[in-house]
């Protein structure tokens, strides 16, 4: 049992079961049993995380939605570099892989390949960073933030956050312009609905006056 479970089984007790149920159930046996063994081992970290208080109750997955499984330790080190633009991973059960490299391809401990609503996969890489060394000189800088200048630092430093380009400045009129177009549509198609009249601009500017009675 898990530490602090409530009649849950851990990885042992489930692992067990998982081998009994290979050896009774050919279409189980397709699969990859490391595969298979690594979400054992992750639903038993959800139990044992959702008893510590650090995280939510573990749930059923839903058909369809975050489909996937992950691959650790020395298999999840099998990934290619084939070139600029594309890698392959070994895939347990499946073989090689070409995966489309969005980034930098580092050393890997782990990976999971999932599969979205619209029937594309992914696979990402669990990476640890490299540390971030921190200035750490002990001076005390003083900080202003501002309109203009965004920040302005006490030793005479000017910081600006980062604006519009050219053209998104251009794209960002012509979506305001739209709006602006469809705001006074929509204002003359409520006019039209309560029955009024729009009265022409021209008339709007010059005061009206009733005509002279005659005796």
């Keep these: 049992m898990a530490p602090g479970s409530s009649g849950h089984a851990g990885y042992v007790a489930r692992s067990s079961q998982l081998t009994e149920a290979r050896g009774a159930e050919a279409w189980l046996r397709t699969g990859s049993q490391t595969v298979q063994q690594q979400a054992l081992r992750d639903l038993d970290q959800a139990w044992r995380n959702f008893y510590a208080g650090t995280h939510g109750r573990p749930s059923w997955r839903r058909e369809g939605v975050h489909e996937g499984f992950r691959i650790v330790g020395q298999m999840a080190r099998r990934v290619e570099k084939l070139n600029r633009k594309w890698g392959r991973v070994l895939v347990p059960k499946v073989g090689w892989v070409k995966f489309r490299l969005s980034r930098k391809l580092s050393d890997a401990k782990s990976y999971r390949i999932t599969r979205d609503r619209a029937g594309r996969w992914h696979v990402a890489f669990a990476v640890v960073p490299e540390p971030t060394q921190a200035p750490a ?58 029955g009024e009249t729009a009265v022409p601009v021209s008339e709007k500017r010059e005061p009206q006056h009733a005509p002279p009675m005659v005796a």
């Design 137 to 194: 000189s002990g001076d005390v800088v003083g900080v202003d933030r501002g309109v203009i200048v965004s920040v302005a630092l006490s030793t005479g430093e000017l910081l600006y956050c980062p604006g519009l380009s050219g053209q998104e400045q251009r794209r960002n009129a012509d979506v305001n312009a739209a709006i602006n177009i469809a705001r006074i549509a929509a204002a003359g198609r409520a006019v039209d609905a309560r």
